[in-house]
Nanobody
């Protein structure tokens, strides 16, 4: 079974930094795209950043210049470096793996979510 395990969330002051990690486990052959979404209370889940297997990147406008997404294909892991954090970045952050080729066929998977709170 394929699982996504996230780590790195927490409480940080405005202007601070956090680094999120998400590792996909299972008998995985390849993953098309990996990304991060977030959902704040009372709001819809939104894309934060995504990266394809060949390194094509897409950022939400609100995080451009502050967040950096990267991935290690050999480890099936995606990272999100978040700098200059703002209170409006507070949300549950979810890892997504799109187009996962494994023993189970091709499917999309989500992590369990990690809380990021930006507050003084």
């Amino acid at each position: 079974q394929v699982q996504l395990v996230e780590s790195g969330g927490g409480l940080v002051q405005p202007g601070g930094s956090l680094r999120l990690s998400c590792a996909a486990s299972g008998n995985i052959f390849s993953i098309n795209a990996m990304g991060w979404y977030r959902q704040a209370p009372g709001k819809q889940r939104e894309l934060v950043a995504a990266i394809t297997r060949v390194g094509r990147i897409n950022y939400a406008g609100s995080v451009k210049g502050r967040f950096t997404i990267s991935r290690d294909n050999a480890k099936n892991t995606v990272y999100l470096q978040m700098n200059s954090l703002k209170p409006e970045d507070t949300a549950v952050y979810y890892c997504n793996a799109d187009g996962v080729y494994s023993d189970y066929g091709v499917d999309d998977y989500w992590g369990q979510g990690t809380q990021v709170t930006v507050s003084s």
